[in-house]
């Protein structure tokens, strides 16, 4: 199967055809990111006004790579949330027109799952297995998803606040760095001595594991929400403090941010994936592909679950390819819900198996 796929949920106008799920056979994206660079985050009406000027080009673009005809698609898929509702719009409106001129089938897809799938791609299908423990961390979104099988999932933690991504942006703001803060706290914190040890760096941040009865210190297993407002404010605090903002204390204090956010994620995550009996743990969205990260998953999983993350970096920021796995699997299990608009704030649960 065929699927044209769409995502315009944010600041990147994206298309890919993917068959079956799995294969790409082409996939475009024209982003406004240096738009936004400009303004320190993503401004949702320069963002809307970009994705009419790029979306037809970007189709026009996948179409080429696959090597077919719009004709020779079997169905289209479109993001309709969650995301910045101007910017939901071309996408969407784009795809149903696309498949009522053609008659085709339609498929609504929520944003989160795509990033959920994004694992899928590039990869036998039959070799993943259930139940799985997906962490999706971005700039929008922090959850923690118990994925018992397609479709037939619980989310079991996510931010009480901030998302971890968004919690990156802020503190790169803080250390006088550009957008998107991930890679920029990443490449700082690679440039400090502390970064693979931490414990002797001289800038101390909290670890917030979010319980009831201590905030910051101690850790109840049941817990697996997040909170990132506190060490934000704790790494505004040490700016506020430092009396020489100098190039050392950037990269050791972006060392030390990172060590403590990506510290809560994997802990929290193999936590679960051991409570829940998981078979499998992943990690999606734009975070994932902070190699600190992975590397700490990878030491705490110990071998005791397979631990996948995207194939590629395309897959882990927003893209189509991802939008175009979950919905061949929607269709697969008869799951395309009755969405007829878009919607800013789309529920999971209107994608759960009955």
Avoid at 21 to 42: D, P, R, W, Y
Avoid at 76 to 101: F, M, N, Q, V, W
Avoid at 128 to 139: E, M
Avoid at 262 to 274: D, F, H, Q, S
């Amino acid at each position: 199967m065929k699927i044209l796929a769409i995502e315009t949920s944010c600041d990147e106008t994206a298309a890919a055809v993917v068959e079956d799920g799995q294969m790409v056979l082409g996939s475009s994206i024209a982003s406004s990111l240096e738009l936004h660079k400009q303004t320190g985050g993503v401004v949702p009406e320069v963002a809307a006004r970009e994705h009419p000027l790029k979306i037809w080009p970007v189709i026009e673009d996948a179409l080429a790579q696959a090597g077919l005809k719009i004709e020779e698609i079997d169905a289209i898929a479109a993001t309709s949330g969650p995301g910045l509702l101007p910017a939901l719009l071309t996408g969407y409106l784009t795809g149903k027109t696309i498949a009522h001129l053609l008659n085709k089938k339609f498929i609504p897809v929520h944003h989160i799952l795509g990033h959920i799938y994004a694992n899928f791609l590039d990869r036998n299908p039959t070799e993943i297995k259930f139940p799985i423990v997906v962490l999706t961390v971005s700039g929008g979104h922090n959850q923690l998803v118990l994925l018992r099988d397609h479709f037939d999932f619980e989310i079991i933690g996510q931010t009480r606040d901030d998302s971890a991504g968004e919690a990156f942006d802020k503190v790169a703001r803080l250390l006088g760095l550009g957008y998107p803060g991930g890679p920029e706290i990443s490449r700082q914190a690679s440039a400090s001595k502390y970064c693979e040890n931490p414990a002797q760096n001289p800038v101390k941040l909290p670890y917030p594991w979010v319980n009831e009865t201590n905030l910051k210190t101690r850790w109840d297993k049941r817990n697996f929400d997040f909170s990132f407002s506190g060490l934000k404010s704790a790494v505004k605090r040490e700016v506020e403090s430092h009396q020489k903002i100098d190039a050392e204390f950037v990269c050791d204090c972006s060392a030390s941010f990172q060590d403590s956010a990506t510290e809560i994620l994997a802990t929290k995550l193999v936590g679960a994936g051991e409570q829940y009996q998981a078979q499998e743990i992943h990690i999606a969205g734009g975070v994932s592909a902070n190699t600190y990260l992975r590397k700490k998953i990878e030491i705490k999983c110990a071998n005791k679950f397979t631990f996948r993350f995207p194939e590629k970096f395309l897959y882990c920021t927003d893209n189509a390819c991802m939008i175009g796995a979950v919905a061949y699997y929607q269709d697969k299990c008869n799951l395309v819900p009755d969405i007829r608009d878009v919607d800013p704030n789309l529920s999971l649960d209107l994608f759960k198996k009955n």
